[in-house]
């Protein structure tokens, strides 16, 4: 094993491994993006779809010309409402997020699985475009039947979700209360004893 480490070819191999892994991962913009959709029930029975992206840039290096294009939704069962499907950039710097959204109005009711939305960008050192895809989407039931809310739906989710802190909070104070709070025969005999 020791003549392996030293013999000096293995050296300059692991010296060259060392730093091209170094260069690749220092000098390049890596960029991520979050696409979100959700769906808000307006009160004529029309639905909307609120779409966000976010681009986040975790790499080294500035990302020049970003584009981002979200053609996944298609035209007979959406209408754009506000913003665009697309949206350009001049530069996209290391560490650095932008943000687009837009709103779509449903057209018709189904699933709906969305494709994720692409992003193009420029590296100073590559002529060519480079591309990178967002997070897709979770499937969208448009337009679907929906139980109505009943009135105390709130109170449930509520007691549900902070129920055994009520309970706590509950039992706590009780036990103040009793230890506080004297009770009526301790009252009583307080009051014969001055008699």
Known sequence: MATLIGNPLIKAFIALFLISAATATGDSPFIVAHKKASLT???????????SID??????????DVSLLDDSWPQDAFDVVSGNTSQS???????????????????????????????TF???TKSALQEAYSTPILPLDILAERPPEKKFEWAKRLLAKYGSQISVISIVVLFIY??????????????????
């Open 41 to 51: 029930r307006l009160k004529s029975g029309a639905e909307r779809v609120s779409v």
């Open 89 to 119: 950039w001049e530069r996209l710097d290391a560490g650095g997020l932008l943000s687009h959204s837009f709103e779509l109005e449903a057209k018709r009711q189904g699933m709906f699985y969305g494709a994720p939305a692409v992003i």
């Open 178 to 195: 009793l230890i506080a709070i004297p009770s009526k025969s301790s009252a009583a005999k307080a009051s014969k004893k001055k008699r």
């Open 55 to 64: 681009i986040y840039n975790q790499g080294f290096s500035t990302a020049y």
């Open 122 to 124: 420029r590296i100073p």
